[in-house]
């Protein structure tokens, strides 16, 4: 079979396919495989139960159900979902959309192929334009979502040390270089992988030279503000004709209804939905459906502040709590301050083998994680150590299935240190 250049980008070995091969074949297996390497969101009984009551009401409706699973929705994505979402937020936080500012797509992967496509590689005017992202390490589905090479530009952050074995990424302003060949600035809040989340000072400073060079500000908030709000310290949401905010359902508790949302300028959406149209025709309809009443309501907003967040900082806590307990004094460790998302990030400094070696002694003892060198795209070189020293660990499991995966990498660990 001889493929295209396309054909052969997308069909070659990545750090997403590595990661989801994973989940598929070990949940395939049957196998007692200890799942922290994904970022399948927790089953939060609330959050289903509401669910459950929705889907019922509509599959009760001969309508409801007829426009659930029998009609085709614009390629803009649904409307009575949009239409409750601008109001909503326009009620919130005073932001002046109109349903022209706001697209869905099938997930948010899909909208940031469509987005980075749209504002980077060849442009057909001899340039060849990148995406920034100005605080590596970002999430991994990022890193092969380009149709052309070299997408993405990324600098180390600056990294302060911010209690006992514990640490922050903060975005270098001094090494953020943007030039004509920049399409756009790319961030995500809370930071996939490592739970981060970029100040308000730091977004005012990301925006303004977004203002300055011309470009969009790409904001993902998939595990954030305004919902779902996996959020466990301020941050404030924002957005303008300069930014686009990208949201999802999934970690609301939907992932398998694939819906992201996008809200952007009028430009930008009316491009988004045409791509959507070659694409898809449509974007599904199931989880903007289930959604509707919630965000009609404005329960999207308090369930996400005060059942979502809630349950998985106690999580985090937890988790977190662990750690120490194996680790202690025992050998170097340091978790990036948890401030958001699912995710715990460990740095083992000057560990003896790379992460991606401990990643597989780990998946033989039957702990599934993920090795952070796959959440550098776009930095230069692979000599930075730091960058094979971490891993991506997520807590949105059983909490006994955590403790006993951290238990294990913890043995792990101090076993290769009493190796060498």
Not at 109 to 118: D, E, H, S
Not at 134 to 160: C, Q, W
Not at 211 to 226: C, K, M, Q, S
Request: negative net charge; glycine residues 8%.
């Amino acid at each position: 079979m001889k493929l295209s250049a396309f054909g052969r980008k997308f069909t070659a070995q990545s750090g997403i396919t590595s990661l989801m091969d994973d989940l598929g074949n070990a949940l395939a297996s049957g196998d007692d495989m200890i799942m922290m390497g994904g970022g399948n969101p927790g089953h939060v009984p609330e959050i289903q139960e509401r669910l459950r009551g929705i889907l019922s009401d509509i599959t009760g409706d001969e309508t409801s159900f007829r426009r659930l699973v029998g009609i085709y929705d614009p390629p803009q994505g649904e409307k009575r979902f949009i239409s409750a979402l601008v109001e909503l937020l326009n009620a919130e936080y005073d932001w002046n959309l109109t349903e022209a500012n706001v697209a869905l797509t099938n997930g948010s992967q899909a909208a940031f192929f469509m987005l980075f496509n749209m504002f980077a590689g060849d442009d057909g005017e001899g340039t060849k334009r990148h995406i920034l992202l100005p605080l590596a390490p970002e999430y991994i589905g990022y890193a092969d979502a380009g149709l052309s090479d070299d997408l993405f530009r990324a600098v180390k952050p600056e990294i302060t040390e911010t209690g006992p074995h514990e640490f922050k990424y903060r975005v270098d302003f001094d090494a953020l270089e943007i030039s004509d060949e920049t399409g756009a600035i790319c961030v995500s809040r809370p930071t996939n992988p490592t739970g981060n989340v970029v100040t308000d000072d730091e977004m005012a400073r990301l925006e303004a030279l977004a203002e300055r060079h011309d470009i969009p500000l790409i904001v993902d908030g998939a595990y954030g503000t305004p919902f779902p709000s996996l959020l466990y310290v301020d941050a404030t949401p924002r957005w303008n004709d300069r930014i686009v905010l990208c949201l999802s359902l999934s970690k609301l508790g939907l992932p398998a209804a694939r819906t992201g949302i996008v809200i952007a300028a009028e430009s930008v959406i009316k491009a988004l939905s045409g791509i959507n149209a070659i694409m898809n025709l449509a974007t599904g309809s199931f989880g903007a459906m289930l959604a509707e009443p919630l965000v009609r309501s404005g329960e999207i907003l308090s369930l996400s502040r005060d059942v979502v967040c809630p349950f998985y900082q106690r999580k985090m806590q937890k988790a977190v709590g662990v750690l120490h307990e194996r680790l202690g004094e025992r050998c170097p460790w340091s978790v990036h301050k948890p401030e958001g998302a699912m995710f715990l990030w460990l740095w083992f400094p000057d560990l003896p083998v790379s992460s991606l070696e401990l990643y597989e002694r780990l998946k033989a003892r039957g702990v599934l994680v993920v090795s952070g060198h796959y959440f550098f795209p776009g930095l230069p070189g692979d000599d930075w150590r730091h960058r094979h020293e971490c891993l991506r660990v997520t807590y949105s499991q059983d909490d006994d299935q955590v403790e006993c995966g951290l238990s294990i990498i913890a043995d792990e660990v101090l076993r290769i240190w009493s190796e060498h």
